[in-house]
C-alpha cells in the first residue's frame, strides 16, 4: 500500500514554457503532499506543502508565481513550473502522508525535468 | 542551519558484514525520525522510523537506533547486501508535518 505515481517521469521543454507535473495517490487519501526539489548529489529541498482544498505553504525562497500548486483532491496534487529557465532544470519529487497523525510520507517517483 | 546531518558522504562495506549509518540532529523538538533508500533517478522510499519514546526500532535486517541525550540515530544493516547500494537519508520531524532531511550518505556493498 501507500503508493504515489508521479506523471510525466521525465519532460524537456524550452525556455519560457510551463510544465505541469502530477502526483497522485494511488490508493489512499492523502491530505497532504508535499513538494521537493533535488539537485545533483544534494539533499532533498521541501519547496511547498500542498493540503487539499486550501492554498499551498510555500518554503522561504520558493517563488509561489513560479511553482504553482494546485491539490484539487485527496489524490491529486499538481506542480506547474511557470516560464521555466534552464536553472529551473532538477529533479521534483512529491510525497503523500496518510494523515491522522501518521508522519511517514510516501514518495513518487520523481519527475526530471530538463529546460533547454 | 542544517539541523539534520549525515558526516559521513559515503560508506563502503564488505557483503555480509555490519552498515552502520550515522545521524545528528540539533533541534531537540524532533520526535519522530526516519530512513529513506534512494536509488538514482527515483523517489526515496521509506525504510523504518522510530518515535522518540523508543531508543530501538527493528525490522528485519534493519534496526534504528536513538540516542536522545546525543542528538544522534544510526541505521544498521546487517548482513549487508549488494542490493542495499543507494543512498540513504535520514530525516526528523516534529510538531509539523514537515520532514527535514539529512544530506544523504551514499553506501555501496561489495562482494
Known amino acids: 500500500g501507500a503508493v504515489v505515481s508521479q506523471h510525466p517521469s521525465w519532460v524537456i521543454c524550452k525556455s519560457g514554457t510551463s510544465v505541469k507535473i502530477e502526483c497522485r495517490s494511488l490508493?489512499?487519501?492523502?491530505?497532504?503532499m508535499f513538494w521537493y526539489r533535488q539537485f545533483p548529489k544534494q539533499s532533498l529541498m521541501l519547496m511547498a506543502t500542498?493540503?487539499?482544498?486550501?492554498?499551498?505553504?510555500?518554503e522561504q525562497g520558493v517563488e509561489k508565481d513560479k511553482f504553482l500548486i494546485n491539490h484539487a483532491s485527496l489524490t491529486l496534487s499538481t506542480l506547474t513550473v511557470t516560464s521555466a529557465h534552464p536553472e529551473d532544470s532538477s529533479f521534483y519529487i512529491c510525497?503523500?502522508?496518510?494523515?491522522?497523525?501518521?508522519?511517514?510520507?510516501?514518495f513518487g517517483p520523481g519527475t526530471r525535468l530538463l529546460v533547454l | 542551519d542544517q539541523q539534520v546531518k549525515q558526516n559521513s558522504p559515503s560508506l563502503s562495506v564488505q557483503e555480509g558484514r555490519i552498515s552502520i549509518l550515522n545521524c545528528d540532529y540539533t533541534?531537540?523538538?524532533?520526535?519522530?525520525f526516519l530512513w529513506y533508500k534512494k536509488y538514482p533517478a527515483e523517489g526515496p522510499t521509506f525504510l523504518i522510523s522510530i518515535s522518540s519514546i523508543k531508543d530501538k526500532n527493528e525490522d528485519g535486517r534493519f534496526t534504528v537506533f536513538l540516542n536522545k541525550s546525543a542528538k544522534h540515530l544510526s541505521l544498521h544493516i546487517v548482513p549487508s547486501q549488494p542490493g542495499d547500494s543507494a543512498v540513504y537519508f535520514c530525516a526528523a520531524s516534529g510538531d509539523t508535518d514537515k520532514l527535514i532531511f539529512g544530506t544523504g550518505t551514499r553506501l555501496q556493498v561489495f562482494p
Open positions: 510525497s503523500a502522508s496518510l494523515g491522522g497523525g501518521e508522519e511517514t510520507q510516501y
Open positions: 490508493d489512499f487519501q492523502a491530505t497532504t
Open positions: 500542498s493540503n487539499e482544498g486550501s492554498k499551498a505553504t510555500y
Open positions: 533541534n531537540s523538538m524532533f520526535d519522530y
